[in-house]
C-alpha cells in the first residue's frame, strides 16, 4: 500500500492568484494538467489524458493565446477542488490544477463602420446648365495598434521545463541582488517581464525557482548577457530563458499554493479555505482515506504566539484568539491541530486524522535566508487508502 503526501506550502508572495480571477456568479472552474502554445501539442496531450481514462479536453485561452488541457470543467469550486487533488493524489498528473475563468472564448475582431450616406437626388431640367457631379468622399474610422510596451528594463519571460518530459511547469521565479539579500522581486514563469537591471557592479541576479513538487534550483543569472541560456525570442522581443527543473520524491508531494497562516498564528489566512475545502470533500468520498498532518515552521526557537483558543473563526482574527508563548513543537502541533479542527467541521470524522508538529527540524530553506517564510507550512500524509 503506496503512501503519497500531500504537501501544503506557503506561497506568501503569489497573487493568488494570477490565474484565479475574482468569483463571479458564471466563473468556471477547470482542472488543467497542461498548457500549450501549440496547437498540436495540446491535441496530443489531450489523447494522452484520454487513454490515462480521463474525459480531456482542451480549449484555447484567447488572451494568453495558449490551449488549455482539462480533465474537469465545473461552476462548482468545491467540487473542482476536491477533483484536483484527487487527481494529484491518484494519477501521475502531479501538477493538476486550477484555472478559474473561461476558456474558449475569442475577442471579436474589430471592425470598421462605414457610414452609409445617402446621395441627393438631382433634377435636371431642359437647357439648364449640368454641373458636375458632387463626389462624396467616405472615410472610414483609423485603427489605431494598440500602443507599444513602455520597457524600463530588460524583457524577459523565464519557462520553468521539467526535466524528465520537457513540459512547462507553472510556478515563480524570485531575483535577488545577492544570495544573502533581504528583499527579492517576484514574478510568474511563462510570462514576459521587464526587469530592471540590478544594482550592483557585477550586474548579476541570484534567481530562485518555486514550483509545486519541484526541488528549488538557486543560480546566478547574467543580466547584460544572458546568452547561451537564452533561446531564443518571443512576440514582444523578451528573451526566452528556459530553465530546467527537477522533481522532488517522484510523486510522494503535492503542493497547495494558497494554504498559509498569519505569521506566528495559527489563524489561517482566508485563501486557505477552498483548498481545505476539497480535502474535506475527497476524504467525504472516500471513507477509506486516513491522513496524518503534519505541521513545520521557520526555525527551533520558542516564540510569542496566536492561538484559536475557543475561537471557531478559522480564516480570521477573533476576539477569543489568545496569546501564549509555545515551543517550536507545541506551535506546529497547534497548526496541524488547526486544520484538523476545520476538516471535522466539514463532515471528516476526527478518528481519521491524527496530527504530529514536527517544529523547525524539516526547513526548506535556511532560517534567516530571505526565502525563510517557506518554512512555515502544513503537510498532509494519507497513510492508507
Known sequence: MKALKFFFFVWAVMAIQGEVLAQTSDTEHYVTIGVFAVHENAIRFTDYANKKGFNAQYAINAPRKLYYVYLLQSADRRKAFAFMIKVRAESE????????????????????????????????????????????????????????????????????????NGNEVRGEIHFAESNRATQYQAFKADTVIDLPAPRNAAGTFYITTLAAGYRSMETPFAYKDPLPVSSGTGSEGELIIPLSITRVKRGDYIEFSNVSFYRNSVVMQPASQS????????????????????????????????????????????????????????????????????????????????????????????????YANYNDRVEVEIIRH
Open 93 to 164: 498528473f502531479k501538477d493538476a490544477w486550477l484555472f478559474i475563468g473561461h476558456l474558449g472564448r475569442e475577442e471579436a475582431p474589430i471592425q470598421a463602420v462605414v457610414p452609409i450616406i445617402e446621395e441627393p437626388v438631382v433634377e435636371i431640367k431642359v437647357d439648364s446648365v449640368i454641373t458636375p457631379p458632387v463626389v462624396v468622399k467616405i472615410e472610414t474610422p483609423e485603427i489605431k495598434p494598440p500602443p507599444k510596451r513602455i520597457v524600463k528594463g530588460k524583457l524577459f519571460n523565464f519557462k520553468f521545463i521539467n526535466e524528465e
Open 275 to 370: 483548498e481545505l475545502d476539497g480535502l474535506a470533500d475527497l476524504m467525504t468520498e472516500h471513507t477509506d482515506y486516513k491522513v496524518r498532518i503534519h505541521g513545520h515552521c521557520n526555525g527551533t526557537d520558542s516564540r510569542d504566539i496566536i492561538t484559536l483558543g475557543t475561537s471557531t473563526k478559522f480564516f480570521e482574527s477573533d476576539i477569543t484568539n489568545a496569546k501564549t508563548h509555545a515551543s517550536a513543537k507545541e506551535f506546529t502541533e497547534l497548526r496541524a491541530e488547526a486544520v484538523r479542527r476545520y476538516l471535522v467541521t466539514q463532515g471528516v470524522s476526527v478518528e481519521r486524522m491524527l496530527t504530529k508538529g514536527q517544529g523547525g527540524k524539516m526547513m526548506v530553506y535556511p532560517q534567516n535566508s530571505v
